[in-house]
Structures are given as C-alpha cells and as structure tokens.
C-alpha cells in the first residue's frame, strides 16, 4: 500500500498523527513532511503534555523520539499502553541500544526508527502504521470477550467492498524453509496474497473479515486454495500453514469438511506469538484433536509478542519460528546478534527446533549459521512462488 493510499473508511485528511520530539527543528521538519503527504499533524516537544493531550483526540499513529530529558519514548510508551493497546506508535532515535530495542518490542512498538530518517521511509512507515492501526481495532473490536462490535452500514458497506476485492484474488505461494547444516528442504510456508494490498497478511485480512462475519468464509477458502495447490508437494516436506486461533473449534481444521485435514501429516500450523492468552487457551483446548489428526504444531513471530513463554508452555510446539524484524542486520548488528544469541540457548535448553525467518542476505545467512543455527526460510533461499521451486543455497 502506499503511504498516501487511505485504510478502510479512514480519509486522508481524518489521518490525524501525533510527532513528540524534544528538538524544536526536528519537530518542525517531522511536522511539515507529513503534512504536505496529507495527515493531519500534531507536535508536542513533551512526552509527558502529550499522554495528557491523547486522550481528547483520536490518533491513527504516534511518533515520538526516544531520547528526551523530561520522560524518555520508551517510558512514554509504557505508559501509554496502559490505557491504548492499539495506537501505533513509531519510536525513533539516534543512538539505538539493545536495552531500548528490546523495550520497544515488550511495549508494542510498531517500528523502531534510526535518525535522520529519510521522507519516503518516514512516510511509508506512518503510512503502514495507520493501516494497521485501524486493523488492530477493528481485530480487537472483534475478538475482545468473545463478541463483535456493531459496525455502521456505511463502515459495513467499505468493508465488504474491500474483502470482495481480497476474496475474488486470493492465490497462495509457497516460500522454502530449509536446513543450513544439511543444506536440505525442510518444507514450504503457505502465503496467503491477494490484490488488496492493504491485506498483506492472513492476520489482518482476518482481522477484517471478522467485522463482518466473513473470517470463516476466508479461512476456508485460503485453506481450500491451500489444499488444491498441494499435488506437487515434495515427498516429506512440511507445509507450514498459518491459523486463526478459533479456526480448530469452527471446524475449519479437523472434520469431514476440514480442507487441511487429508494433509494434515505433512501440515505444520502457525499461531502466532502476539496471539492473545484468551485466544491460545482457546486454540490450546483443540490441541488433541489437531495432534489426533496429525498435524504439527508452531509458534510464530517469537522475540515480537507480548504473551512472552506463555504460548510455548499452553501449546507445547513442535517448532517455533522467529520474528525476520530480529533477524535484520544480525551479521552488522551487535545488539541483535546477542539477542538472537539469547533466545537460541533458551529453545536449546527446551529442546525445540527454532526457525529463523526473513533471512535475506547472505550474510545473514553465515551469521545464523554462526550462531549454530539450523532452520531459516527468506528470500536468500528462495522467493515466494505459485509452485514449489528447490530452495538455493
């Protein structure tokens, strides 16, 4: 999506961003910069004026520096999400650590920023962030206790325009996952694509579709496109699947008219790590019978959720796969190269294979292997393709 393109029924002008930042010509450069792409911009030089301020306005996204004398971004942060679980907010900073790097992540910070940033990354990145901040409420509206939140007609009518136009294109692409000491295949991720682009992930075109009732509509569709585009699997490759959490008790899963289950042996499915404690005890409760039918177990995005060792222990995983925003710069990158290190000898300790995702450099790939890494899937090892292309090595 562009970062001028609009999210849902949110016009350009209603983009309304927040730009905390100490120095009064950064503030005003930031300012003037988002303006002339069509947000509406507030600036605050305090973090402390401005959770006073936030909650008279409704905010698409905030951006804030980390480094400010009166209450730094990641403690502005933290206290933010105390009140505002779903605000995207974009912490920048000059001076990156690893302590700050692994705060952002902890309180949920979109993106993590170097100064000086550049216009077209800071736009593209309030851009996406405004998006997906209108996803993670319109998710939160739909799973929060179990229930939906009432939409409009017209938010209803947008809605639905915009799913159509995802449904009648979903197409699926395989991505490779391989072994680095066996230079071998492991198996293929199913990626869910579409011509919406504001949907570029299963999660935030579910997270859509549940507003309007449609989310087991597009999970068995996926599912079933999934299914269909399997007759060349590989002989004993895994074909690692992401899932909703709800999807194993609406019987999209298991069942005569599950699309997966004939599959279900060589099928490893993906629960995300930023999955809510609610939702992996729900999806936790249908375990047995996902195991009874042979499928395998994974959780996604490690290092990025907020639910920390829960998912492990209430799932028990067969692999776990970790986030590709960890895996970014580890051969240049101290500071990630240390926390990879980190949770590495933790998966060793639980014995549970670890698969390291994004990996899209070659040196990337010898700094994994460095580490004593085995699984990783990326772009050095194949691209995303309709067929099951071998993976390079």
Known sequence: MSAAATPLSVSASARRVLVIDDEPAVLKVLGIVLQRRGFTVDTMSSAKDALALIPQKKYHAILSDIIMPEMTGVEFLRELRRHDLDVPVILMTAGPTLDSAIDAVEYGAQQYLLKPVEPDALVTAVGRAVALGELARAKRDALAGGGRKSVSLDERADLEAVL????????????????????????????????????????????????????????????????????????????????????????????????????????????????????????????????????????????????????????????????????????????????????????????????????????????LSALGADLAQGHAFGMPSATFVPPKF
């Open 164 to 367: 159509k136009r995802a449904y009648e294109t979903i197409r699926i692409a395989f991505q490779p996952v391989v072994s680095l000491k066996s230079k071998s295949l492991l198996g293929y991720e199913a990626l869910m694509r579409c011509d919406e682009t504001l949907f570029a992930s299963y999660a935030s075109l579910l997270a859509a579709s549940d507003r309007v009732a449609w989310r087991p509509l597009m999970a068995r569709t996926i599912y079933q496109r999934i299914a269909a585009s399997c007759s060349e699997l590989p002989d004993g490759a895994l074909l690692f699947v992401n899932v909703h959490p709800w999807d194993a008790q609406e019987g999209l899963l298991t069942g005569a008219e599950a699309p997966l289950e004939p599959l279900a042996r060589s099928i490893v499915l993906e629960i995300s790590d930023r999955t809510s404690p609610a939702q992996i005890d729900s999806f936790a409760n249908g375990i047995p019978a996902l195991r009874g039918a042979g499928y395998r177990i994974a959780v996604d995005d490690l290092g990025t959720g907020g639910s920390g060792m829960n998912s492990y222990a209430k799932l028990a995983p067969d692999f776990v796969k970790l986030d590709g925003r960890l895996i970014q710069g580890l051969d240049t990158n101290d500071a990630s190269a240390r926390m990879t290190r980190g949770i590495y000898a933790l998966c060793r300790e639980l014995g549970v294979p670890v698969i390291a995702e994004g990996v899209e450099t070659a040196g990337e790939r010898d700094a």
